[in-house]
């Protein structure tokens, strides 16, 4: 009797079939072990663990879901952000609230399938691929130990957008005190919450937490892109090719130069959407409600990849359902969660938005950027053709050409096995020559919002895609000789990865204004000066980092495009301040000290120098 109660009581009560399995308690002792050694691991995969489904679409290895997870929580704190203009909340307490609330959902959720037992599913992990994963990570990280803070002037404007957040502890009134705004509104800042989360949750300065957030965006838009490849292509293959386009080549990994890492998150964001939208016939509800939140996180992360992102695979893929015809429920009820999840998340970020930003002086500033930067495309209608080919070629260098060889092989298999993909990708590639093209036209509406050197970024997705498949045939042969595959697809990853990761490297510990001199003065200028003293500054040294290191107003502090013709900033200060080193051209060096009639130096710190005007009565005749 006692024998068959226990039989009894061991059966699996309602649809969850092993309702007291241990394997349920992974999860929160995982988020219960990284809460008290490193939090900030917490957002990369929560609230994801939730949000991504359970069930794969089609054939998926872990690795994909993984990334998955990875993407819809940066989405989530990307868009989860604006809500907190309408809940009284800080934003560590809602961190920590909503990774909480996901872990013990995504446990208590009932399971209505059979459940493996965890050595089954730790044995279906690929322990290569999680090998090279870290060593993806790691290679990324290198550049934290040569520099405190990561190139680019556009990095100085993210950084202190990281040091606005954290002073609010959620989302600032206004840009004030460093730029003269009263608002703060309408540019994305989906790559500076995270950022701000890992200053918080790390206690890391801003300007660090925003290097760490710059390496591990970089490591990310590799996963992205295999998780995009992987639609398509078997698991090496799609690796290989992943590798190529993210660490061989000026873009987008050269971007960290100029501190374009927010469009890197957004390209990365991009190709896990359209790593969804691919397969948009195999939708269930969930994935649906998952394509739109990846939508709305490229859209709360940067404003130009989501209207050149229409353009390339949105407006072709609405083309090829509308001529589909007469569409069945279940797709009209998936197009509907896809925009209803997309509209609801992005609803607190729209409500901010200033339509008005893009003036009529700002949209021919960027005309003329775009046609007279060196960056430009520079050609004409005429010779389009010939001339726009050679130019995304030459915007992206590397990746795109190493890919080359393989995209006639790719064509013809893609064809075979989804018709579909196949036209979206020659869609995507046919609407990046319009796009090229129109800035010289300046026809297509938000014309202001397309840069033809990110739109040649983005076109090594459909390229990617393609030689990744063509890769894939020429790999099958080998498959026979392990031993031989495995050595060449070693040697090759040597060859592509040695000379443009070196480029890397050496662009982010050379091109960094920020030195640790800098931060020495910095420091003793902030014990010296007064709460609202301004400082003058130079725009190619440290000074330009002031608003992140000190949280102090400069003279010469980058702005975001939409601002540049409406703010004035300060046009003097009380202090001067000249790096220890410069990375562009400087009008005051130690060579070339400033006027002593009106300055005087005051400290030195190696090359860093800090003047104080002098006072009116010493600088008089």
């Known amino acids: 009797m006692a024998k068959s109660l226990v039989s009894m009581n061991s059966q699996p009560s309602g649809p969850d079939l092993e309702p007291w399995n241990p394997d349920r308690w992974l999860v929160p002792l995982a988020w219960l072990g990284c809460w008290l050694a490193c939090p900030s691991l917490l957002l990369a995969w929560t609230p994801g663990i939730l949000l991504v489904p359970r069930r794969p679409l089609d054939q998926r290895d872990p690795l994909v879901r993984g990334v998955e997870i990875v993407g819809a929580s940066l989405c989530f704190w990307a868009v989860g952000f604006w809500f907190l203009r309408f809940i009284p909340a800080p934003l560590e307490t809602f961190f920590y609230a909503c990774s909480a609330f996901s872990v013990a959902a995504h446990t208590a959720w009932p399971r209505t399938g059979p459940h493996a037992p965890l050595r089954e599913r730790l044995g279906q992990i690929p322990i290569a691929g999680l090998l090279a994963a870290t060593a993806v990570v790691l290679l990324r990280l290198l550049p934290m130990n040569t520099s405190p803070a990561p190139a680019g002037a556009d990095m100085s404007m993210h950084t202190y957008l990281i040091e606005m957040i954290v002073q609010a502890g959620g989302v600032p009134a206004s840009y004030r005190p460093i730029l003269p ?18 200053s918080i949750t790390e206690g890391l300065p801003s300007y660090r937490a925003g290097f760490e957030m710059t390496a591990l965006t970089h490591a990310f838009t590799s996963f992205a892109f295999f998780a995009l490849f992987r639609v398509h292509a078997a698991a090496l293959p799609a690796a290989i090719t992943a590798s190529a386009a993210s660490f061989v080549g000026e873009a987008p990994q ?29 939708w269930r509800p969930a994935d649906a409600a998952l394509a739109g939140l ?23 893929l609405l083309a090829w359902l509308a ?9 009209l009820r998936n197009l509907l969660i896809f925009g209803g999840v997309f509209g609801v998340a992005l609803a607190p970020y729209l409500s901010s938005l200033d339509f008005g930003a893009v003036t009529p002086e700002v949209e021919a ?52 096995r989804d018709p579909m993909a196949w036209a979206l990708q020659l869609a995507f590639l046919f609407m990046a020559f319009v796009l090229i093209l129109n800035t010289e036209l300046w026809w297509l509406p938000l014309s202001a919002l397309v840069y033809p050197e990110r739109v040649a970024a983005m076109s090594i997705l459909p390229l990617g895609v393609l030689a990744a498949v063509g890769l894939e045939g020429l790999l099958a042969p080998t498959r026979l000789r392990g031993g031989f595959a495995a050595g060449w697809v070693v ?12 480029h890397y490297l050496r662009i982010s510990s050379e091109s960094g204004a920020l030195r640790e001199a800098d931060l020495r003065a910095l420091a003793w200028l902030d014990a010296r000066a007064a709460p609202g003293d301004v400082v003058e500054t130079q725009y190619a040294d440290a000074g330009l980092w002031i608003p992140a290191v000190l949280f102090r107003p400069i003279t010469e502090a980058h702005l975001n495009i939409a601002y540049l013709t409406t703010t004035e900033m300060p046009s003097s200060g009380r202090f001067l301040y000249i790096g220890s080193h410069c990375v562009g051209e400087c009008p005051w060096s130690v060579e070339t000290p400033p006027d002593p009639a009106i300055w005087q130096e005051i400290h030195r710190d190696r090359d860093a120098r800090i003047y104080e005007r002098r006072a009116a009565e010493e600088t008089s005749p």
């Open 254 to 282: 050269g971007y960290i130069a100029w501190g374009g890492n927010p469009t890197v998150l957004g390209i990365a964001l991009f190709a896990l959407l359209a790593s969804r939208l691919l397969r948009f016939r195999q």
């Open 365 to 416: 500033w960027i005309r003329n950027w775009v046609s007279n930067h060196n960056d430009a495309w520079g050609g004409n209608p005429s010779t389009s053709f010939l001339t726009i080919p050679t130019y995304a070629l030459e915007s992206v260098r590397g990746n795109i050409i190493v890919l080359l060889p393989f995209l006639a092989f790719g064509l013809a298999p893609l064809r075979r």
């Open 491 to 502: 040697a090759f990853a040597i060859v592509l990865a040695a000379s443009p990761y070196d």
């Open 181 to 198: 705004i009263d608002t703060f509104a309408t540019f994305p800042v989906g790559f500076h919450v995270p950022g701000a989360l890992i």
């Open 294 to 316: 990846f939508l709305a996180g490229v859209a709360a992360t940067h404003t130009l990849v989501l209207v050149q992102g229409f353009y390339l695979l949105g407006l072709p």
């Open 323 to 331: 001529a589909r015809g007469p569409h069945s429920p279940a797709t």
